[in-house]
């Protein structure tokens, strides 16, 4: 009204997940440990929010330094799915899921270190952006991202539309001189005709497992609405996923659970439980090397690099994000023989954080429940926005986003979201 200029998101509200700075207000990661660190100064990617001229409105909830994929700890307690409360929302940015989807906030910022941006957002029936590592600054993050994990954890839009989740990344995008795996790499746009030239593989990998009918499904959906845009729509089989999948738990298991015990050496006890069966199972594994680790870190490369020469023509993957819709609180576990065993429910979105390939995750089907199933869209590192823009010709031939009920109870629905 004054005529001044104002940002692109003037006026917009937004979240942020209670791991990344935001000055001034409590920023704990879940953990008692840190409930009273309050930083003096935004994260780069908070002041581009508010540059930008996004109201941050509050920090949102994560299970105890971000190590599960139901948000649940000892500080602020449980995360409940708006679809239905009896069911997780996710982790660890379950709360910046939940927030978002219930029309707490327009959408927000997660991280992601093996699905914690994707798998919160298809447990909520909203999208998330794990982007390319480097692409959006992860400075100020907790857990710090340094060296060699870097390329695991990043830190992502989250929104309920892919639309917003792009103007969020033009607007966080850019290199950063805290991160060190900051790229110089300028927001590309993409042109129709670009997108229209794809080949699409439906990714086919026996090392994944097995989801439900009704997930299944849902990327075959994805699959061919794509087809019936012109799209060249295959099967598509990535070799050395097996490995990728172990060297993923090496390092998020392992070796991220022996410096958390190291962090909490006479404070055990302040521990969430959900935190402490973690760092118990993961350090009992094996024990950790330094040339085992320096092994590990050249396979990752290797793999990466065998990655993208598989995939120099089919460009794209769809795949599920999870083997299958939310879980009940409770039913999660790291453990071997639980329910829902996280390192065999979650392995379509683990691998990507060991490429350091970008995935989007949108909403399109529903489970025999009535609970959201949304389906992963994968590209190479850099191609985030190609990535984004196949993500919504999905969701355009889909329809209009559809928010979860009032009551907080879905019923059953058998056709697309």
């Given at each position: 009204m004054r005529?001044?200029?104002?940002?692109?998101?003037?006026?917009?509200?937004?979240?942020?997940?209670s791991c990344i700075d935001a000055a001034g207000w409590p920023t704990p990661a879940g953990s008692l440990l840190r409930k009273d660190y309050v930083p003096?100064?935004?994260?780069?990617?908070v002041a581009r929010l508010r540059a930008a001229g996004a109201i941050i409105l509050g920090n949102t909830n994560t299970p105890e330094y971000l190590m599960a994929y139901e948000t649940d700890n000892s500080l602020s307690g449980k995360t409940r799915?708006?679809?239905?409360?009896?069911?997780?929302?996710?982790g660890s940015s379950g709360g910046e899921a939940a927030a978002i989807a219930a029309g707490c906030s327009a959408g927000g910022v997660g991280s992601d270190g093996g699905g914690s941006i994707r798998v919160p957002a298809h447990f909520c029936g909203i999208c998330g952006l794990k982007p390319t590592p480097g692409r959006i600054p992860a400075t100020g993050h907790f857990p710090g991202g340094g060296g060699a994990f870097g390329w695991i954890g990043v830190v992502g839009p989250m929104a309920r539309t892919v639309a917003d989740l792009r103007a969020l990344f033009e607007v966080t995008a850019g290199p950063d001189e805290g991160d060190a795996l900051s790229a110089p790499v300028s927001v590309r746009a993409v042109k129709t005709e670009d997108v229209g030239k794809l080949r699409i593989g439906v990714l086919d990998s026996d090392a994944l497992g097995k989801e439900t009918p009704e997930t299944t499904a849902t990327v075959e959906?994805?699959?061919r609405l794509l087809s019936e845009q012109g799209f060249v729509v295959e099967t598509k089989r990535l070799n050395g996923l097996d490995r990728t999948i172990e060297l993923w738990w090496y390092f998020f298991g392992p070796v991220i659970a022996n410096i958390i015990?190291?962090?909490?050496?006479?404070?055990?006890?302040?521990?969430?439980?959900?935190?402490?069966?973690?760092?118990?199972?993961?350090?009992?594994?094996m024990e950790l090397t330094c040339d085992g680790f320096l092994k590990a870190c050249g396979e990752r490369d290797r793999l990466r690099a065998e990655f993208l020469r598989q995939m120099e023509e089919?460009?794209?993957?769809?795949?599920?994000?999870?083997?299958?819709?939310?879980?009940?609180?409770?039913?999660g576990n790291w453990r071997s023989g639980a329910k829902e065993n996280y390192r065999e429910?979650?392995?379509?979105?683990?691998?990507?954080?060991?490429?350091?390939?970008p995935g989007v995750a949108v909403?399109?089907?529903?489970s025999r429940e009535g609970l959201p199933i949304g389906v992963q869209v994968i590209g190479r590192p850099y191609e985030d926005e190609l990535v984004l823009a196949v993500a919504e010709t999905i969701e355009r031939r889909r329809g209009p986003w559809q928010a979860p009920p009032l009551n907080g109870i879905a019923g059953a629905y058998y056709g697309p979201c």
């Open positions: 005529g001044e200029r104002v940002g692109p998101l003037h006026g917009v509200p937004l979240t942020i997940k003096r100064v935004d994260a780069p990617l799915n708006p679809w239905n409360v009896e069911r997780s929302a996710g959906r994805a699959a015990r190291e962090s909490f050496v006479g404070q055990a006890e302040i521990m969430s439980p959900m935190l402490r069966e973690y760092v118990r199972l993961a350090t009992a594994e089919v460009t794209v993957l769809l795949s599920p994000v999870s083997a299958g819709p939310a879980f009940a609180h409770g039913e429910t979650m392995r379509h979105s683990q691998w990507l954080n060991v490429a350091g390939f909403p399109l089907g529903r």
